[in-house]
């Protein structure tokens, strides 16, 4: 029986751990943290000494260093790398992850080491930076060095409120400021793949698995999906395919992850189950055997944090089963946690960490609940097997989906129609699980066949898998194109973690022991937190009136809301990149709790004025124009400042908005102004402001 307080409480040891790594703050200035840490110990140290029971007290002692050292872990990494000072004037990087090929760049992370600053020094520095390397350069590999005098800028917040910290994203992964690299002034100094010898073998061979896969699939979208899903692949998926993913619950689909190594491991354990296990040598190698396979498929994927922990459960299961432990699944799960947290305590922080293990952590305590509520009775053997696989598949995917509900609405603001998902997942589950399976065989025998020349079956094999991935597809854009499955704009505070997450824990407790005052309880909590929701959102509707303006690739984007409407006035480029509204707009109407949207398009190269609460806003295209004197903001589109500023005199008083970054030596002739603007920024480097 698995205790809190067992012989190995990993539960206990990860929680503590996790405790200590979120208590470090972003910011070593907030010393508030500092002081809520010391506060904590204290409190901790207090309550060991008064414990008399040596067990417990042996326990707390155990946690309190746990919870220390994921502290002082956390504060090793986070002080491993540092921000570049302003001076920069040139810098040498290698390169530490794979570049993905963009239309016009190479996308990948370097690492710099040293810097020229303006005194002509060269000073020795560590920290990452996001690199965009011109794609006319020669063709970067991982562990390339390089010099180059480009540009650094700091990582830009998000355009619009309620969005994504990408500061403090990109600052837990050492990563600081972000660069495009012009070929001219980029120069490659040494080829340096001995520093990344395994990844850059686990790299080779993706390339050479994903180019069978090519071959075997001719459309992009099933190309795209197969290496995505498959190899962990970087093909670009289409907006369309991932929306429709994620508009059935699906999305998991699309990356590897704990099912893809679930069902390599059940694969394997197929095929060995056909080995005698005679002696003890025979069965360390069928141990060592699938758990090499294992972690080669984990790197070949990229040692993603969800396939990261699938590996360390089974290679544990794997043990077990070998050497005949016990396992408790809480307690391994708890035990991969604390394992990765350890390496990285940064992924306490990364959404697919925490959502992959809710996830299997939701299935291990509610699955096992929810799929007693109904048993099928058939006489039929194969409808009754049909319909009892069907009801585990919906029993797992509503267990699932009990502790990452609030996470999902928190970073993607939109859920599945509940509905559609309880009917349509199992379905897709099921599709996407033969075509895993088909393209799991096909990329273990298809370097064989290829190499022996057995095309005929190479070609067949190739062709069923592509047939697999249609149907899936073809599946799921029909039930989202009839159901339209998708509830967008969900809103989501803090506060409601705290009210859902007691309320799951009461429904559990009250299955367990089924007392009247544990549901009256649950009742009160779920009253109080949707009333309190819908008195929020009556005061939007009556009382609600704001706007904000940001940019689009220097293009203004003015958003009017106004009780529970919105209406988005934008350039006709911003409506043909519907995952810039999707990460960028949607949680501003989220939180506003908007219900209808209204998108207008800025009339092209015409100056257009428009009043919002008493103010004049006057959006310049062409610069021959005459000012009033009622203009309180000037949003000035920065490709105008080729053409001078001696129009701009006749503009006095207000706030100058520029739709991107002046150089310096713009800035120098806007300086010669007299008088001045009442203020003047770039909005491309700023979060969009409200009015």
Not at 180 to 199: C, G, H, I, M, S
Not at 237 to 257: M, N, P, Q
Not at 298 to 318: D, E, H, K, N, Q
Not at 656 to 667: F, G, R
Request: overall charge positive.
């Amino acid at each position: 029986m698995f205790s809190f307080f067992s012989t190995f409480p990993f539960l206990r040891l990860c929680l503590w751990w996790a405790l200590g790594v979120i208590l470090v703050p972003e910011n070593r200035q907030e010393l508030g943290y500092d002081l809520l840490f010391c506060l904590f110990l204290l409190g901790l140290l207090f309550l060991i000494i008064w414990i008399k029971n040596r067990p417990i007290f042996n326990a707390y002692l155990l946690s309190l260093a746990c919870f220390c050292a994921g502290y002082l872990r956390t504060l090793d990494v986070k002080n491993l790398y540092q921000k570049l000072p302003s001076d920069v004037i040139a810098f040498r990087f290698q390169l530490v992850s794979s570049p993905i090929k963009k239309p016009k760049t190479y996308a990948f992370v370097g690492e710099i080491s040293n810097y020229l600053n303006s005194k002509g020094e060269w000073r020795a520095i560590q920290t990452r930076s996001q690199f965009y390397l011109e794609h006319t350069a020669d063709i970067p590999k991982l562990g390339d060095i390089y010099l180059s005098k480009a540009h650094l800028q700091a990582i830009r917040p998000a355009a619009f409120p309620f969005g994504q910290n990408w500061p403090a994203y990109f600052a837990r992964k050492g990563i600081y400021s972000t660069a495009f690299l012009p070929a001219k002034w980029t120069k490659r100094l040494q080829y340096n793949e001995r520093d990344f010898v395994f990844k850059a073998f686990f790299e080779r061979v993706q390339q050479d698995l994903l180019q069978h896969l090519h071959r075997a699939l001719p459309g992009e979208r099933n190309r795209a999906v197969g290496g995505a899903m498959l190899l962990g692949g970087h093909e670009s998926i289409d907006f369309e395919t991932r929306k429709s993913y994620a508009a059935l619950g699906a999305i998991h689909i699309l990356s590897v992850s704990g099912m893809h190594v679930g069902i390599l491991f059940l694969c394997i354990q197929f095929f060995l189950t056909f080995i005698p296990r005679r002696n003890r040598i025979t069965s360390i190698g069928v141990f060592l055997l699938p758990l090499l396979l294992i972690w080669m498929y984990a790197g070949i994927t990229g040692f993603s944090a969800p396939v990261l922990r699938a590996s360390w459960m089974f290679s544990v299961v794997l043990f077990a089963q070998t050497f005949r432990y016990s396992l408790n699944s809480i307690n391994l799960l708890a035990f991969t946690g604390f394992v990765m947290l350890v390496w990285d305590p940064m992924q306490v922080y990364d959404a697919g960490f925490q959502l992959s293990f809710l996830a299997v952590l939701g299935i291990l305590i509610y699955q096992p609940s929810l799929s007693v509520i109904w048993e099928p009775n058939i006489k039929n053997p194969i409808g009754q097997y049909i319909v009892k696989q069907a009801w585990s598949l919906t029993t797992v995917a509503v267990a699932a989906q009990a502790l990452t509900f609030p996470w999902i609405l928190y970073y993607f603001h939109q859920f599945p129609h509940v509905g559609i998902m309880l009917l349509a997942n199992p379905l897709l589950v099921l599709l996407s699980s033969v075509s895993l399976i088909l393209g799991l065989v096909f990329l273990l025998i298809a370097p064989i066949l290829y190499a022996w020349d057995i095309i005929y079956l190479y070609i067949i094999m190739g062709q069923v898998l592509n047939a697999s991935f249609t149907l899936l597809h073809e599946v799921m854009f029909w039930i989202d194109g009839v159901f339209q499955p998708t509830i967008p704009f969900l809103h989501w505070e803090n506060w409601m973690f705290v009210s859902y997450y007691l309320m799951l824990i009461l429904v559990k407790y009250w299955w367990d022991i089924r007392h009247g005052a544990i549901l009256a309880f649950f009742g009160l909590v779920l009253l109080c937190s949707v009333s309190y929701v819908e008195w929020e959102q009556w005061k939007a509707l009556k009382n609600q009136k704001i706007a904000y303006l940001g940019q689009y690739r220097g293009e203004p984007v003015w958003l009017e809301l106004q009780g529970l409407k919105a209406k988005l006035l934008a350039s006709r480029r911003i409506f043909q990149d519907p995952a810039w509204i999707q990460s960028n707009i949607s949680p501003v109407l989220a939180h506003h709790f908007i219900e209808d949207t209204v998108q207008v398009k800025w009339e092209e190269e015409k100056n257009v004025s428009w009043q919002w609460k008493g103010k004049r806003f006057y959006r310049v295209q062409q610069p021959q124009v005459m000012f009033s004197a009622k203009i309180d903001v000037l949003i000035i589109d920065s490709k105008l400042k080729k053409q001078g500023f001696d129009w701009l005199k006749s503009k006095r008083g207000g706030d100058w908005l520029w739709t991107q970054s002046l150089s310096s030596y713009y800035l120098k002739k806007l300086a010669q102004f007299d008088p001045l603007p009442g203020h003047q920024m770039a909005l491309d480097t700023v979060m969009a402001r409200g009015y």
